[in-house]
């Protein structure tokens, strides 16, 4: 059974940064694609940035150029770097998998991920 666990978060102020972390366990195959999404109160879940199992990556636009996704060689370790940040980034940030491989439209769409982790919840303070 693959399971997600989320690490790194907390309070931060304006201009500040932090680094989130995410561990695959039960690893079997290299095809996982992984993605950080976040949920602040009153807001539905959206997508931050993804990588696919191939290495490429997908950000969304409120965060590039400030967020770095990247992944461990063995592929069980998805890192979030996050610079810059503001008081909108205050949200829940969720590690999510599924097993998919082709196409780039899905990658930060919540709903085609199988996969979850539990959350790890960032607050920035102006």
């Known amino acids: 059974q693959v399971t997600l666990v989320e690490s790194g978060g907390g309070p931060v102020e304006s201009g500040g940064s932090l680094t989130l972390a995410c561990k695959m366990s039960g690893y079997t195959d290299g095809y996982y694609a992984m993605g950080w999404f976040r949920q602040a109160p009153t807001k539905g879940r959206e997508g931050v940035a993804a990588i696919v199992g191939g290495g490429g990556t997908k950000y969304a636009d409120s965060v590039t150029g400030r967020f770095t996704a990247s992944r461990s060689n063995d592929k069980t370790v998805m890192t979030l770097e996050m610079n810059t940040l503001t008081p909108e980034d205050t949200a829940m940030y969720f590690c999510?998998?599924?097993?998919?491989?082709?196409?780039?439209?899905?990658?930060?769409?919540?709903?085609?991920?199988?996969?979850w982790g539990p959350g790890n919840q960032v607050t920035v303070s102006s």
């Open positions: 999510a998998a599924v097993l998919r491989i082709g196409g780039t439209w899905w990658m930060l769409l919540p709903q085609e991920y199988k996969l």
